[in-house]
């Protein structure tokens, strides 16, 4: 026999390094002789076995149900079993009592469906053929009643398998291999029926005359595995391959490297799934299902190079995706033939996010990408000619969105939709050509104007270079104005205008007026933009809308005020992860880099890095910024220049939250009022900010505000030099009725009259905890309070340590020396990688003394551990001794070392070994 040889080909190690435990157990037999089913007892129904004709077996049942229980059931090559019963809608039970598979290497027939059931496993030879009216082979159990009463619950925890090598054929019926692991590698065909493989601990079948109707698992299994090598046929019917895990470590794997078909017949779409509840899916091989419906899903999800996926609609409907290049290619064969829908559910800590990082082209059909939370466009999607696209996100989460980082090139013949969380879906208009001077068919650039309050996207990048000679050199007519505002949905896809010319008077830019708009993922190159007041590169005047990753570069100037390098005058508005590189001018006020004037707006993730120069009102962020709901995260490295009220970041503040913002770029002004950050801050708190560049003017000059009132100002420092006439600080020029604390300056300080290192001149104030460097200031005093220190002790951690400073999260020194000059730099505006510094604190008499040795803190102040000079010697971890149970050493507020049973406990932050200091007995 050459069955060991054969076993020992085919058998492989399938997943994790085990071997199925059929494998084994069958190759552990194969010296053993078997032959036909043998050892019948006939539990239930008119069944009579008759073995007259050689190397046959028929088995004879009258009546409509019938149980046999078998000391083996095994088919040898040259040897055929006969089920005969009254029609296709009886059926037989067969149930193996040996302790050894089954082993089918001959024919089983029948007119009826044959239900085989062996706990220790089966296996189907490459030689063997099964032709049936239906086909269940199980290694989970069903109880007589159940059967009898159709009522079709398999149950057990065998962890035996199923391989098919062979033929199993169930035409306008139904296969179902129920097992802890099923492997096809054979042929299974069901034209019109089902094929169903699953893997679980309680599975139920719903089987309606001979169509198998529904398979539900009930309780899944550890490492289940369902795994297809061959072919799958069931043209007209459906295809089930389906785990469900038990634990989320040792969940289930659906595997496909063969060919599943399942194409449209007789009018009957067919339709396949590959189902990982909880566990992994891995596609490969070739998934067909002309005109019909393919399903791919699993909490874990992954596709092999040169998969071949053909059906009417494709889904894929894993927790987390990443599209990759296999992923895109077979995405893309897929949307010759029709539709593909990624899908993706949220479970424990996975969001759901769809990230699509490999380029997608097709030309026909529509893709669907539908996320819990975010969809994320890392590389480009295009769709030309009649292809479609739809992005749906936040299903299930308010805070999802979808974020474009490469261009979404689509083809006005085409179709774009968006559909958030329960909202009805969005549909938007292609714009991919710049148009004629005053259009208004809403199909082109221009033509917005004649549907302000519709939708639309970008397809292309548009060059509008022409926009020079439009109406007798005034150039662009902007989309919105004061009779009908643009209060639609505007989406860029991450394309770019480039060479947009407006010379006239006011409220202009790509957009002139918007109201309660949502304009986003767009870039205006090179604009050249000149007006009169209410000026952007984007917008001119805009009221509560929702601007979002959007950018300008070129040149914006007005002769008034309002003029900003992406938005003019912005009132109760969002505007996030945008920003503005092009030079700013106002002949007058409100000028900024991105913003001329926000009121009651929220500014996040921004920054302008070009120059600003105005009269009044003048910062290289934002000119006025009024009534806001928070500024944050945000940054200006570009000069500003002006009269007064000037700052480096925004130029006059009132009543703002500001945190995590600096600026870099050089403040310089003929008048009053002005900062390295904000030049004028009223009623504001200040937080995590700071000012680098070079401050000059009059009266009331600070490194970084110029003059602060009833506002509070913390862990901030300002480095640049600053010099002026009157009331000049390294951090504030004066300041009535604020509080300060945690802040230094370090920057030349210079002027004529209330001259301060950290203060030029103060009304009231409250100050605590808060430094100037006395040496690189040139200044030996300060108004209002605050410490001079010299260099030296200013690099010196323990300074700020001492002085209760947030040495954990909010401040960090580099020890080198190289980031921020070893001065203290703020954590969440730094990317450098901070070494943490461990301060020497006062010496006291007997260090023994602050060690706390109880088990437990239960809240109680716990004591710092001061070092000494003398009398002390090293302890490293492996020398502690095992008695010393829980003792701590306080290193800084909340972070110790802690000895547990002698072992040594890095507190976070620390990344070095560290050791012991004792006193010598």
Same mark, same amino acid.
Request: proline share 1%; no cysteine; glycine share 12%.
């Given at each position: 026999?050459k069955?060991n040889?054969?076993?020992k080909?085919r058998f492989?190690?399938?997943? /994790?390094?085990?071997?199925?435990?059929?494998i084994s157990?069958?190759v552990g037999v194969?010296t053993?002789?078997f032959a036909?089913?043998?050892?019948?007892?006939?539990?239930s129904?008119?069944?009579v076995?008759?073995?007259d004709? +050689?190397?046959?077996t028929n088995i004879?049942?009258?009546?409509?149900?019938g149980?046999i229980?078998w000391q083996?059931?095994?088919v040898?090559?040259?040897?055929?079993?006969?089920?005969?019963?009254?029609?296709?809608?009886?059926?037989?039970?067969n149930r193996?009592?040996s302790?050894?598979p089954?082993?089918?290497?001959?024919?089983?027939?029948?007119?009826?469906?044959?239900?085989?059931?062996?706990?220790?496993?089966?296996?189907?030879?490459?030689?063997s053929k099964i032709?049936?009216a239906?086909?269940?082979?199980? #290694?989970?159990?069903?109880?007589?009643?159940n059967f009898?009463?159709?009522n079709y619950?398999f149950?057990g925890k065998s962890?035996a398998?199923?391989?098919?090598?062979?033929?199993? #054929?169930?035409d306008n019926?139904?296969?179902?291999?129920?097992?802890?692991? $099923?492997?096809?590698?054979g042929v299974?065909?069901?034209?019109l029926?089902n094929?169903e493989l699953?893997s679980?601990?309680?599975i139920?079948?719903?089987?309606?005359?001979?169509?198998?109707?529904k398979?539900?698992i009930n309780?899944?299994t550890?490492?289940s595995?369902?795994?297809?090598?061959?072919?799958i046929?069931?043209?007209?019917g459906?295809?089930?391959?389906?785990?469900?895990a038990?634990?989320?470590?040792?969940?289930?794997?659906v595997?496909?490297?063969?060919?599943?078909?399942a194409?449209?017949?007789e009018?009957?779409d067919?339709?396949?799934i590959?189902f990982?509840?909880?566990?992994?899916?891995?596609i490969g091989?070739?998934?067909? +299902?002309?005109d019909g419906?393919i399903?791919?899903s699993g909490?874990e999800?992954?596709i092999?190079e040169n998969t071949?996926v053909?059906?009417?609609?494709w889904?894929?409907d894993?927790?987390n995706?990443?599209?990759?290049?296999?992923l895109?290619?077979?995405?893309t064969?897929?949307?010759?033939?029709?539709?593909?829908?990624?899908?993706?559910a949220?479970?424990g800590?996975?969001e759901?996010?769809i990230?699509?990082d490999s380029?997608?082209?097709w030309?026909?059909?529509?893709?669907t990408?539908r996320?819990d939370?975010?969809i994320?466009i890392?590389?480009a999607?295009?769709?030309? +000619?009649?292809a @479609?696209?739809e992005l749906?996100?936040a299903?299930t989460?308010?805070?999802?969105?979808?974020?474009?980082?490469?261009?979404?090139?689509?083809?006005?013949?085409?179709?774009?939709?968006t559909?958030? @969380?329960?909202?009805?879906?969005k549909?938007?208009?292609?714009i991919?050509?710049?148009?004629?001077?005053?259009s208004?068919? #809403?199909?082109?650039?221009q033509g917005?104007?004649?549907?302000?309050a519709?939708n639309?996207?970008?397809?292309?990048?548009?060059?509008?270079?022409?926009t020079?000679?439009?109406?007798?050199g005034t150039?662009w007519?902007p989309?919105?104005d004061d009779?009908t505002?643009?209060t639609?949905d505007f989406? /860029?896809l991450g394309?770019?205008?480039?060479?947009?010319?407006?010379d006239?008077?006011e409220?202009i830019?790509?957009?002139?007026?918007?109201?309660?708009?949502i304009?986003?993922n767009?870039?205006?190159?090179?604009?050249d933009?000149?007006?009169? +007041?209410?000026?952007?590169?984007l917008?001119?005047?805009?009221i509560?809308?929702s601007i979002?990753?959007?950018?300008?570069?070129?040149?914006?100037?007005?002769?008034?005020?309002f003029?900003?390098?992406?938005v003019?005058?912005s009132?109760s508005?969002?505007?996030?992860k945008?920003y503005a590189t092009?030079t700013v001018s106002? /002949?007058d006020y409100?000028?900024g880099?991105?913003?001329?004037?926000?009121?009651?707006s929220?500014?996040?993730d921004?920054?302008?890095?070009g120059?600003v120069?105005?009269?009044?009102?003048?910062?290289?962020?934002i000119?006025?910024?009024?009534s806001?709901?928070?500024i944050s995260?945000?940054?200006a490295?570009?000069?500003v220049? @002006?009269?007064?009220?000037?700052g480096?970041?925004?130029?006059i503040?009132?009543?703002?939250?500001?945190s995590n913002a600096?600026?870099?770029g050089?403040?310089?002004?003929d008048g009053?009022i002005i900062?390295?950050l904000?030049?004028?801050?009223?009623?504001?708190t200040i937080?995590? $900010?700071?000012?680098?560049?070079?401050?000059?003017?009059g009266?009331d000059?600070?490194?970084?505000?110029?003059?602060a009132t009833?506002?509070?100002?913390?862990?901030?420092?300002?480095r640049?030099?600053?010099?002026?006439?009157?009331?000049?600080?390294?951090?504030?020029g004066g300041?009535?009725?604020?509080?300060i604390?945690?802040?230094?300056?370090?920057g030349?300080?210079?002027?004529?009259?209330?001259?301060? /290192?950290?203060?030029?001149?103060?009304y009231?104030?409250n100050?605590s905890?808060?430094?100037?460097d006395?040496?690189?200031?040139?200044q030996?005093?300060?108004?209002?309070g605050?410490? @001079?220190?010299?260099?030296?002790q200013?690099?010196?951690?323990?300074?700020?340590?001492?002085?209760?400073?947030?040495?954990?999260?909010v401040?960090?020194r580099?020890?080198?020396n190289?980031?921020?000059?070893?001065?203290l730099?703020?954590?969440?505006l730094?990317?450098?990688?901070?070494?943490t510094?461990v301060?020497?604190?006062p010496?006291?008499?007997?260090i023994l003394n602050?060690?706390i040795?109880?088990?437990?803190?239960?809240?109680?102040?716990?004591?710092?551990v001061?070092?000494?000079e003398?009398n002390l010697r090293v302890?490293?971890?492996?020398?502690?001794?095992?008695d010393?149970?829980?003792?701590?050493?306080a290193l800084f507020?909340?972070r110790?070392?802690?000895l547990i049973?002698?072992g040594?406990?890095l507190?976070?932050?620390?990344?070095?070994?560290?050791y012991?200091?004792?006193?010598e007995k």
């Amino acid at each position: 026999m050459k069955l060991n040889q054969d076993y020992k080909s085919r058998f492989k190690i399938l997943k /994790g390094g085990k071997i199925s435990l059929v494998i084994s157990t069958l190759v552990g037999v194969v010296t053993l002789s078997f032959a036909a089913p043998n050892g019948e007892s006939v539990v239930s129904g008119g069944i009579v076995v008759d073995r007259d004709i +050689a190397n046959t077996t028929n088995i004879n049942q009258s009546s409509n149900r019938g149980i046999i229980n078998w000391q083996s059931f095994d088919v040898k090559t040259n040897e055929r079993v006969n089920f005969n019963m009254p029609d296709t809608t009886s059926s037989t039970l067969n149930r193996v009592l040996s302790s050894s598979p089954t082993k089918i290497y001959g024919q089983i027939n029948s007119n009826g469906q044959v239900f085989l059931v062996n706990q220790n496993g089966i296996y189907f030879s490459e030689n063997s053929k099964i032709n049936t009216a239906g086909f269940t082979a199980s #290694t989970l159990d069903i109880t007589n009643e159940n059967f009898l009463n159709s009522n079709y619950i398999f149950e057990g925890k065998s962890k035996a398998s199923i391989l098919n090598l062979g033929a199993i #054929t169930t035409d306008n019926a139904y296969t179902a291999l129920l097992a802890k692991e $099923v492997i096809n590698e054979g042929v299974i065909q069901a034209r019109l029926g089902n094929v169903e493989l699953a893997s679980g601990e309680k599975i139920t079948l719903d089987i309606n005359g001979n169509s198998l109707v529904k398979l539900t698992i009930n309780k899944g299994t550890l490492d289940s595995l369902i795994q297809n090598k061959g072919l799958i046929q069931v043209d007209g019917g459906i295809v089930y391959l389906t785990t469900k895990a038990l634990d989320e470590v040792l969940n289930g794997v659906v595997n496909n490297t063969g060919v599943i078909e399942a194409n449209s017949i007789e009018q009957k779409d067919g339709k396949i799934i590959l189902f990982a509840h909880g566990g992994t899916a891995n596609i490969g091989g070739t998934l067909e +299902a002309k005109d019909g419906f393919i399903e791919t899903s699993g909490k874990e999800f992954s596709i092999a190079e040169n998969t071949n996926v053909q059906t009417g609609h494709w889904l894929l409907d894993p927790i987390n995706i990443t599209i990759d290049s296999s992923l895109a290619s077979t995405l893309t064969g897929q949307l010759v033939s029709g539709d593909a829908t990624v899908t993706t559910a949220a479970a424990g800590t996975d969001e759901g996010n769809i990230n699509v990082d490999s380029s997608i082209s097709w030309s026909a059909n529509k893709l669907t990408l539908r996320a819990d939370k975010d969809i994320n466009i890392n590389a480009a999607l295009n769709a030309s +000619a009649t292809a @479609g696209l739809e992005l749906q996100y936040a299903q299930t989460t308010a805070t999802g969105t979808y974020n474009v980082k490469a261009p979404i090139n689509l083809a006005t013949t085409g179709s774009f939709s968006t559909k958030k @969380g329960t909202d009805a879906i969005k549909n938007y208009t292609i714009i991919t050509t710049l148009g004629a001077e005053g259009s208004t068919t #809403t199909t082109d650039l221009q033509g917005i104007k004649g549907g302000l309050a519709d939708n639309y996207v970008l397809g292309a990048d548009i060059d509008a270079l022409a926009t020079t000679t439009w109406s007798g050199g005034t150039g662009w007519d902007p989309l919105g104005d004061d009779t009908t505002k643009f209060t639609g949905d505007f989406d /860029g896809l991450g394309h770019t205008i480039s060479n947009l010319f407006i010379d006239r008077g006011e409220k202009i830019g790509l957009f002139g007026y918007t109201k309660q708009a949502i304009i986003q993922n767009v870039g205006l190159l090179d604009v050249d933009i000149s007006g009169s +007041a209410a000026i952007g590169g984007l917008i001119g005047y805009d009221i509560g809308s929702s601007i979002f990753n959007a950018y300008t570069t070129g040149r914006i100037s007005g002769t008034h005020g309002f003029i900003g390098g992406l938005v003019g005058l912005s009132e109760s508005s969002t505007i996030s992860k945008s920003y503005a590189t092009g030079t700013v001018s106002a /002949g007058d006020y409100d000028a900024g880099g991105l913003i001329g004037r926000a009121s009651n707006s929220s500014i996040s993730d921004a920054y302008a890095t070009g120059a600003v120069s105005g009269t009044s009102y003048v910062g290289g962020l934002i000119g006025h910024a009024g009534s806001s709901s928070g500024i944050s995260n945000v940054y200006a490295t570009g000069a500003v220049s @002006g009269s007064h009220n000037l700052g480096g970041l925004i130029g006059i503040t009132i009543g703002l939250n500001i945190s995590n913002a600096y600026a870099t770029g050089t403040v310089s002004g003929d008048g009053y009022i002005i900062g390295g950050l904000i030049g004028r801050d009223q009623d504001s708190t200040i937080t995590n $900010v700071y000012a680098t560049g070079a401050v000059s003017g009059g009266d009331d000059v600070g490194g970084l505000v110029g003059v602060a009132t009833d506002s509070s100002i913390s862990d901030s420092y300002a480095r640049g030099d600053v010099s002026g006439t009157r009331e000049v600080g390294g951090l504030l020029g004066g300041t009535d009725d604020s509080i300060i604390t945690n802040v230094y300056a370090t920057g030349a300080v210079s002027g004529t009259d209330n001259v301060g /290192g950290l203060i030029g001149f103060k009304y009231s104030l409250n100050i605590s905890n808060s430094f100037w460097d006395k040496e690189t200031t040139g200044q030996t005093t300060s108004s209002g309070g605050g410490t @001079g220190l010299t260099t030296a002790q200013m690099k010196d951690t323990k300074t700020f340590y001492e002085a209760g400073w947030n040495l954990d999260t909010v401040w960090a020194r580099d020890t080198n020396n190289v980031q921020n000059d070893g001065y203290l730099d703020l954590r969440a505006l730094s990317d450098f990688d901070f070494n943490t510094d461990v301060p020497l604190a006062p010496i006291y008499e007997n260090i023994l003394n602050n060690i706390i040795r109880e088990a437990g803190n239960n809240n109680k102040e716990i004591r710092e551990v001061f070092i000494k000079e003398n009398n002390l010697r090293v302890v490293s971890k492996e020398d502690t001794l095992a008695d010393r149970n829980d003792i701590r050493l306080a290193l800084f507020p909340n972070r110790f070392i802690e000895l547990i049973n002698g072992g040594l406990h890095l507190p976070d932050g620390l990344s070095s070994d560290f050791y012991m200091l004792e006193e010598e007995k």
